[in-house]
């Protein structure tokens, strides 16, 4: 133990400059070689994350694009579902006037063979 005491106070100096040298060097990496990768990597995060918002708009437009067309194709189906409903509207009221008119023509049919049948009778001696 004490040899390694006797040795240390000798080379101090030598220790100290070798330490010295050890820090200068290692904050020449920090500053010369670290730093420029760190704000390398900064810039390309910085760069990934604007590439992202832009590819996120042109998602976000490609929808409201998309979305507008499914909403006018859905507009116009709509209407032309509209204009069919009021076609069979209009055919559903025209079948009941028809049978309306066809009870009449039954009864009218029915009445008509009746005075046959009355005017057969009075004409028969």
């Known amino acids: 133990m004490q040899k390694i005491r006797n040795w240390t106070r000798e080379n ?3 220790i100290a400059a070798v330490g010295t040298m050890l820090i200068a060097f290692t904050a020449l990496i920090q500053f010369a070689v670290l730093n420029p990768i760190h704000q390398r990597f900064d810039a390309q995060a910085k760069r990934l994350d604007d590439l992202k918002a832009e590819m996120n708009q042109r998602f976000d437009a490609q929808d409201k694009h998309i ?3 499914f909403d006018d194709q859905d507009k116009y189906i709509n209407q032309r579902f509209d204009a069919v409903d009021r076609r069979l509207a209009g055919l559903e009221n025209d079948v009941s006037d028809l049978r ?3 009870d009449r023509v039954s009864r009218n049919e ?3 063979d009746a ?3 009355q005017l057969q009778t009075a004409d028969a001696p």
Do not use: F, M, V
């Open 115 to 117: 005075i046959r049948r």
């Open 67 to 69: 979305n507008q067309r």
């Open 110 to 112: 029915g009445q008509i």
């Open 100 to 102: 309306k008119l066809s």
């Open 12 to 14: 101090a100096g030598t």
